[in-house]
């Protein structure tokens, strides 16, 4: 089975988009809501498909692009790992 691992990019990336979330709803149960729906798509995708995702080699070597819901997943499958390095919904990604 892959193991899917979130840098610390990618986990500050879901943080910053659980403060926007509440932001705008001011729930908290919406933002974990909507986080925990993102997670889940990615570990449930990328632990199946792992090259799923679209090549990037425009961004770097050997990675590959996941979308969900208007978000671009980074990720580089490795051994029997898949790395996601960040997460974004603007036109460029912080690595």
Known sequence: MTKIVFSKVALENLQEQALYIFEKTKSVQTADAYLEKMRSFIVEILTMFP????????LA????????????????VEDDQVQVLTIYRENIPKL
């Open 61 to 76: 070597l050997d990675t590959r692009k996941l979308v969900y819901q208007g978000f671009s997943i980074i990720y580089k």
């Open 51 to 58: 090259n799923s995702g679209r090549p990037t080699p425009e």
